[in-house]
């Protein structure tokens, strides 16, 4: 019997329930699963196969899980690197009220080819991103063969688009991507945060929820210290007591950040079985507050709470390396507290099978094991740089990076061999994505050069910044943290 694909000879990190390592490891593949993972045996190399892989100086590992991203503005990577936090806040901000009036979307198209490449580039297989207008992602995605979860970010106080017009935009959304391109690519309902969102637009984010049972709940939780003003300002105790008000804190919630959670949230986090992305590298470059406290990890998996990874804004850090964000979780939270908060093998879990668990998906991917779609990567561990192969784990977290990646399976499909996509066009989309943002910047007055680059000036930024919406969420903060301080 012919299988689909055969690798033999590799070193396999299976990432199962036992963390098994195969120093010399057989994986086939049938009908977009996996159907034999075992130590090879003389011989493998010559099962008949559709595609045979020869895994010798190779490591192969489930794909990678980005659990929380922003992929529209990609193709300004570069942009925002050398301004200061509030200019960066304001430029982006203006941006994203255009973007949710429909402006700019030939810089957004380009933007999902970009990121698609690259992530599939970097063993990236499956994605799970908040944007305005997500139905190019959803089908560029899709029509790369990776595997992806999208939603259309919905808010009343961080820009002035109608907040009819967003739910119809959401329900539309999800009746023609949701559980596409062979299931794939699904749909998620995605109010953007704590902070911008009043109280009723999470009753009516509570509303399609119940009316799409099987679909996440993706947003940004406890990510500021004003997120619990904000809940308060709504009518609730805190932001977690808020959405456990609305119905909304339960096993489909996905939290990207969580940074300022404390004991009590973790319990009900946990109680919930909701989950956490944590994205560290967007932090670490843009810490508002040194004070601030780091998103408790280690003690949300210890109370059984899912944790995967996230790039997030990866234009914003520059890095589309989802192994870069292994290393510098672990950094940031040596630095934050004391050495020793991960091994490097919980990392490995936090990229592949947590993540996947995280967005409700641990049964079907994030592993290699018999019965689960065949997400795989391959590694070119025959370098220099991973002389000598001792401790995979520490490898993978510490010294791996997109360029190691060589080969890309996903639902039993190859998506790139030996290097090269071989769904996406690799020099058209850079030659695409080149002219859109010169186009970019000539319509917005940005200089974008092979130096660096500068904004507009603040007053062509404040020009183009919402009004409405912010206005109202700075002054709830404002009366709120008033009352807090007076007590009345």
């Not at 130590?39 to 099962?47: L, Y």
């Not at 063969?145 to 109608?162: A, E, K, Q, S, Y």
């Not at 008000?245 to 300022?260: C, K, M, P, Q, Y």
Request: charged share 25%.
């Amino acid at each position: 019997m012919t299988v689909d694909v055969a690798i033999s000879d590799a070193l396999v990190l299976t990432v199962d329930e036992r963390n098994r390592l195969y120093e010399r490891g057989t994986v086939l593949v049938e009908e977009g699963r996996i159907t034999e993972v075992r130590p090879s045996e003389d011989g493998d190399g010559e099962i008949e196969a559709t595609h045979t892989i020869d895994g010798d100086g190779r490591l192969v590992m489930p794909g990678l899980v980005n659990a929380h991203t922003h992929l529209e503005l990609t193709p300004l990577i570069g942009a925002f690197s050398d301004l200061d936090l509030l200019e960066m806040m304001g430029s982006m901000t203006a941006i994203y009220g255009r973007l949710g009036e429909g402006d700019f979307d030939y810089l957004v198209e380009a933007g999902y080819e970009l990121a698609a490449l690259n992530f599939l580039l970097g063993g990236v297989t499956t994605t799970n991103s908040m944007d305005v207008r997500p139905s190019a992602g959803a089908e560029t995605f899709g029509e790369a063969g990776l595997r992806g979860f999208f939603g259309p970010t919905i808010t009343d106080m961080f820009w002035d688009v109608p907040v009819d017009e967003q739910f119809d935009r959401a329900r539309a959304f999800i009746e023609e991507y949701h559980d596409t391109y062979d299931g794939r690519i699904r749909a998620t309902i995605c109010p953007h945060d704590d902070w911008s969102c009043t109280r009723e637009l999470w009753e009516r984010t509570a509303e399609l929820a119940a009316e799409h049972p099987d679909l996440l709940v993706h947003t940004h939780l406890l990510e500021l210290e004003e997120s619990n003003t904000m809940a308060r300002a709504n009518g609730g105790r805190d932001s977690l007591g808020l959405l456990e008000e609305v119905g909304l804190l339960d096993d489909r919630l996905v939290a990207a950040h969580f940074r300022v959670a404390d004991e009590t949230d973790i319990e009900r986090t946990a109680a919930a079985d909701a989950s956490v992305a944590h994205c560290p590298s967007v932090f670490c470059y843009w810490n508002p507050d040194a004070d601030m406290q780091w998103t408790p990890v280690p003690e949300l998996r210890d109370a059984g709470v899912d944790v995967g990874l996230g790039i997030d804004d990866h234009y914003w850090h520059d890095s589309y390396s989802l192994f870069g964000e292994a290393r510098q979780a672990r950094l940031a939270a040596n630095v934050k507290r004391t050495t020793g908060q991960y091994s490097s093998m919980e990392l490995v879990r936090m990229l592949t099978i947590e993540g996947a668990h995280a967005l409700g998906v641990g049964d079907e991917i994030g592993s290699i094991e018999p019965g689960k779609r065949a997400d795989i990567i391959l590694l070119d561990v025959d370098k220099p740089k991973f002389t000598p192969l001792t401790n995979v784990p520490a490898h993978v977290v510490n010294n791996a990076a997109p360029a190691d990646v060589e080969t890309v399976i996903v639902d039993g499909e190859l998506v790139m061999q030996d290097g090269t996509p071989m769904t996406m066009d690799t020099d058209a989309i850079q030659e695409r994505v080149e002219a859109v943002v010169e186009r970019f910047a000539d319509e917005m007055g940005w200089e974008l050069h092979v130096g660096g680059g500068e904004p507009p000036g603040t007053v062509e930024t404040l020009r183009e910044l919402p009004k409405r919406g912010p206005a109202r969420l700075l002054s709830r903060l404002a009366l709120q943290s008033a009352r807090d301080t007076f007590s009345f």
